[in-house]
Protein backbone atom coordinates (compact mmCIF):
# COMPACT_ATOMS: atom_id res chain seq x y z
CA UNK A 1 0.00 0.00 0.00
CA UNK A 2 1.28 3.54 -0.75
CA UNK A 3 1.58 6.23 1.87
CA UNK A 4 0.34 9.07 -0.34
CA UNK A 5 -1.84 11.93 1.10
CA UNK A 6 -5.45 11.72 1.38
CA UNK A 7 -7.22 11.70 -1.93
CA UNK A 8 -9.00 15.35 -2.41
CA UNK A 9 -12.42 14.08 -3.33
CA UNK A 10 -14.97 11.74 -0.71
CA UNK A 11 -15.26 9.68 -3.98
CA UNK A 12 -11.56 8.99 -4.14
CA UNK A 13 -10.84 8.24 -0.50
CA UNK A 14 -13.93 5.86 -1.00
CA UNK A 15 -12.39 4.15 -3.56
CA UNK A 16 -9.08 4.13 -1.82
CA UNK A 17 -10.39 2.85 1.55
CA UNK A 18 -11.73 -0.08 -0.74
CA UNK A 19 -8.94 -0.89 -1.89
CA UNK A 20 -7.23 -1.15 1.19
CA UNK A 21 -9.87 -3.29 2.79
CA UNK A 22 -9.94 -5.52 -0.44
CA UNK A 23 -5.99 -5.94 -0.10
CA UNK A 24 -5.80 -6.62 4.02
CA UNK A 25 -8.75 -7.13 4.75
CA UNK A 26 -9.12 -4.35 7.12
CA UNK A 27 -12.04 -2.85 7.60
CA UNK A 28 -14.06 -0.41 10.75
CA UNK A 29 -15.24 -3.10 12.13
CA UNK A 30 -12.15 -4.85 12.34
CA UNK A 31 -10.05 -2.39 13.65
CA UNK A 32 -12.87 -1.80 16.69
CA UNK A 33 -12.19 -5.58 17.42
CA UNK A 34 -8.63 -4.89 17.68
CA UNK A 35 -8.56 -2.22 19.55
CA UNK A 36 -10.91 -3.30 21.75
CA UNK A 37 -9.00 -6.44 22.14
CA UNK A 38 -5.83 -4.71 22.46
CA UNK A 39 -6.82 -2.38 25.12
CA UNK A 40 -8.39 -5.06 27.01
CA UNK A 41 -4.78 -6.92 27.32
CA UNK A 42 -2.99 -3.50 27.50
CA UNK A 43 -5.36 -2.56 30.86
CA UNK A 44 -3.92 -5.61 32.41
CA UNK A 45 -0.71 -5.89 31.38
CA UNK A 46 2.08 -4.54 34.43
CA UNK A 47 3.38 -2.50 32.52
CA UNK A 48 1.23 -0.93 30.33
CA UNK A 49 -2.00 -0.58 32.96
CA UNK A 50 -0.62 2.22 34.58
CA UNK A 51 -0.23 4.13 31.62
CA UNK A 52 -4.39 4.40 31.50
CA UNK A 53 -4.96 5.06 34.83
CA UNK A 54 -6.09 8.69 33.71
CA UNK A 55 -8.77 7.11 31.37
CA UNK A 56 -12.05 7.48 33.01
CA UNK A 57 -14.80 6.74 30.06
CA UNK A 58 -13.14 4.02 28.26
CA UNK A 59 -16.42 3.77 25.63
CA UNK A 60 -15.09 7.41 24.12
CA UNK A 61 -11.55 6.56 24.64
CA UNK A 62 -12.08 3.31 22.21
CA UNK A 63 -14.38 5.23 19.90
CA UNK A 64 -11.61 7.57 19.54
CA UNK A 65 -8.30 5.16 18.97
CA UNK A 66 -10.71 3.52 16.46
CA UNK A 67 -11.42 6.36 14.60
CA UNK A 68 -7.55 7.29 14.66
CA UNK A 69 -6.52 3.79 13.19
CA UNK A 70 -9.27 4.18 10.84
CA UNK A 71 -7.42 7.13 9.45
CA UNK A 72 -4.02 5.58 9.82
CA UNK A 73 -5.33 2.22 8.30
CA UNK A 74 -8.46 2.93 6.14
CA UNK A 75 -7.62 7.00 5.32
CA UNK A 76 -11.20 7.43 6.82
CA UNK A 77 -11.28 11.07 7.94
CA UNK A 78 -12.92 11.81 11.45
CA UNK A 79 -10.26 11.60 13.83
CA UNK A 80 -8.98 14.94 14.88
CA UNK A 81 -6.97 14.42 18.04
CA UNK A 82 -3.49 14.93 18.72
CA UNK A 83 -1.72 11.79 19.67
CA UNK A 84 1.54 13.58 20.53
CA UNK A 85 -0.45 16.15 22.82
CA UNK A 86 -2.21 13.30 24.61
CA UNK A 87 0.90 11.16 25.29
CA UNK A 88 3.51 13.93 26.38
CA UNK A 89 2.31 14.16 30.20
CA UNK A 90 2.85 9.80 30.35
CA UNK A 91 6.09 8.95 32.13
CA UNK A 92 6.90 6.62 28.76
CA UNK A 93 9.92 5.09 28.16
CA UNK A 94 11.34 2.44 25.09
CA UNK A 95 10.35 -0.54 27.38
CA UNK A 96 6.84 1.17 27.05
CA UNK A 97 6.97 1.81 23.63
CA UNK A 98 8.57 -2.03 22.64
CA UNK A 99 5.73 -4.01 25.01
CA UNK A 100 2.84 -1.61 23.35
CA UNK A 101 4.08 -2.68 19.77
CA UNK A 102 4.66 -6.53 21.36
CA UNK A 103 1.34 -6.47 22.45
CA UNK A 104 -0.43 -4.71 19.16
CA UNK A 105 1.45 -7.03 17.14
CA UNK A 106 -0.05 -10.37 18.90
CA UNK A 107 -3.49 -8.57 18.55
CA UNK A 108 -3.08 -7.82 15.06
CA UNK A 109 -2.06 -11.14 14.16
CA UNK A 110 -4.39 -12.97 16.01
CA UNK A 111 -7.21 -11.12 14.13
CA UNK A 112 -6.02 -9.72 10.73
CA UNK A 113 -4.96 -11.87 7.46
CA UNK A 114 -1.07 -11.18 7.27
CA UNK A 115 -1.42 -8.91 4.83
CA UNK A 116 -3.10 -7.21 7.25
CA UNK A 117 -1.14 -7.51 10.03
CA UNK A 118 1.59 -6.26 8.14
CA UNK A 119 0.16 -3.35 6.83
CA UNK A 120 -0.95 -2.56 10.50
CA UNK A 121 2.79 -3.19 12.13
CA UNK A 122 4.36 -1.34 9.30
CA UNK A 123 1.97 1.81 10.64
CA UNK A 124 2.35 0.83 14.60
CA UNK A 125 6.20 0.80 14.69
CA UNK A 126 6.32 4.23 12.74
CA UNK A 127 3.66 5.69 15.30
CA UNK A 128 5.79 4.10 18.21
CA UNK A 129 9.13 5.87 16.91
CA UNK A 130 7.60 8.97 16.48
CA UNK A 131 5.89 9.34 20.02
CA UNK A 132 8.60 7.82 21.72
CA UNK A 133 10.99 10.56 19.72
CA UNK A 134 8.57 12.95 20.69
CA UNK A 135 8.73 12.27 24.50
CA UNK A 136 12.24 12.27 24.16
CA UNK A 137 11.94 15.54 22.63
CA UNK A 138 9.76 16.83 25.46
CA UNK A 139 12.56 15.95 27.66
CA UNK A 140 15.23 16.91 26.13
CA UNK A 141 16.39 13.13 26.22
CA UNK A 142 17.57 13.05 22.23
CA UNK A 143 20.89 11.60 21.60
CA UNK A 144 23.34 14.08 20.55
CA UNK A 145 23.44 14.35 16.85
CA UNK A 146 26.15 12.92 14.46
CA UNK A 147 28.38 14.89 12.34
Known sequence: M??????????????QTHAITQATGIDPALIERLVREFYGTA?????LAPMF???????????????????????????????????????????????????????????????GADYLMERARRIAQSLEMGQQVARRQLPPRRV
Open 2 to 15: SDLPFPETPEQRAA
Open 43 to 47: REDAL
Open 53 to 115: AHVRDWDRHIANICRFWESVALRIEGYDGRPMASHAPLPLDAPHFARWLELFEATARRLCTPV
